[in-house]
């Protein structure tokens, strides 16, 4: 018995010190981009030595997967299905448009950074696809049902977190008023 509850407390303690890495790389990354984010950081942060980090994280690749895996779980990405059932593309644009844009303004500073990097750091990049792209696409193909050509095109300007920052962050619109706007520019 006393075997099983020191393995118990040992998983329990690795746990914990993988969430206090993975925590603090999300931290740094959030203020420093993942491309310029050191071991060394990311280990003095948690409160660890480099080789307990290694010893959770193999590479680069491994840690900003648990990175992004980290923020989906806590905070996953709007469900864009309840929105197909919605009557008109209007109603379904401004729905989900205020989620999407309510998601990007939870983790601004992190997309900020993150997408920054991912135009010139190729784990960033690939990782960065894998974990938005699919529903990216979703979300495409819901709001997009019955659009023509170019309201789609208008579409993937709406759902790019750099229309949002544009309008809410450096044009000073209301998310709300950032919402409406896509819509009315996509559906008049």
Known sequence: MARTYTLRRRAEAQAETRRRIVEAAVELHSTLGPANTTVSMIAEKAGVQR????AHFPDERAMVMACSGHVMESDPLPDPEPWAALE????????????IYAWYARHADLLSCVLRDAEHHAITQEIT???FGPSMARYLSVLGAGLKPKQRAMLKLALSYHTWRTLTREAGLKQADAVKAMAETIVT
């Open 51 to 54: 080789n307990t980090f290694y």
């Open 88 to 99: 008109t593309p209007r109603k379904r644009l401004l729905t989900g448009l205020s989620a």
């Open 129 to 131: 696809a894998y974990r």
